[in-house]
């Protein structure tokens, strides 16, 4: 005995109703990063390497003394490059030009302001950010399916009463996709020579950064089934 498939499509007897639910809404941002990226350069390596410990060094106590306002602190790329000279016999390396970069991961912002300000103030480094996100397991991408699905229920049923019917059962929901919050982040940071006294006397004022909020959206699709009509 062979079991018949159900129609794909629903029958006259179990019409289907596919319909799409939707949330959107805003919320504040959960994390705060930024990133760094500090440089040297120098005629022999060893010169170079040194300075560039250093000002890395001088990076890293400063994000440090934050204290638990920094959830995440991480060193990413290294690079030490030799730079050739453009013109003569053989090839010859004219100076040393080092870089690493640094990210951190905040989520009291109140201390953004006056950090991102001191560390684009430190020599040859560029602060770049932030960039405003919520935390992966926040519970307001949970809302937001909860709110599409919600949507989805609703349709169904206001396509179901122009029809003077109601639902009959849930046959299928699928997500469809959504959108990753990434607001688009400020970028700053200067290169700033090796500072004189006189330079060190004036002290550049902190930078006032507002959280932007995170527009937040889930998309589903959903088939039913419904009582029969009568039309």
């Given at each position: 005995m062979?079991?018949q498939a159900?129609?794909?499509y ?17 919320v ?12 040297a350069r ?6 170079t ?16 003394s ?7 602190l991480?060193t990413?790329a290294f ?8 013109h ?12 690493v ?8 912002f ?18 770049d950010g ?8 926040s519970p ?8 599409a699905?919600a949507?989805?229920?609703?349709r ?7 029809l003077?019917t ?13 959108e990753?919050?990434?607001?688009a ?8 020579r090796r500072m ?11 930078l ?7 527009r937040?959206?889930?998309q589903?699709?959903?088939?039913f ?5 009568r039309?």
């Amino acid at each position: 005995m062979t079991s018949q498939a159900a129609a794909p499509y629903g029958t006259p007897d179990a019409p289907l109703l596919v319909v799409r639910g939707e949330a959107e809404f805003e919320v504040e941002p959960e994390v705060a990063r930024i990133g760094v990226t500090v440089s040297a350069r120098g005629r022999d390596r060893r010169s170079t390497l040194d300075d560039l410990t250093r000002r890395n060094a001088a990076v890293l106590d400063l994000v440090k003394s934050c204290g638990d306002a920094v959830e995440e602190l991480s060193t990413g790329a290294f690079s030490i490059t030799p730079e050739l000279t453009e013109h003569g016999r053989g090839e010859r390396v004219r100076s040393y030009q080092g870089r690493v970069h640094l990210g951190a991961e905040f989520a009291d912002f109140t201390v953004l302001g006056e950090l991102t300000t001191r560390l684009a103030d430190l020599e040859l480094t560029r602060v770049d950010g932030p960039w405003w996100s919520l935390r992966p397991g926040s519970p307001v991408h949970a809302e937001a399916r909860r709110r599409a699905v919600a949507d989805a229920v609703q349709r169904a049923r206001e396509y179901a009463e122009a029809l003077g019917t109601s639902i009959a059962a849930l046959v299928e929901l699928a997500d469809t996709g959504a959108e990753r919050p990434r607001p688009a982040g400020a970028a700053f940071g200067r290169s700033v020579r090796r500072m004189s006294m006189a330079d060190t006397a004036e002290v550049a004022e902190p930078l006032d950064l507002e959280p932007s909020r995170l527009r937040v959206t889930a998309q589903i699709s959903a088939q039913f089934t419904l009582v029969p009509p009568r039309l």
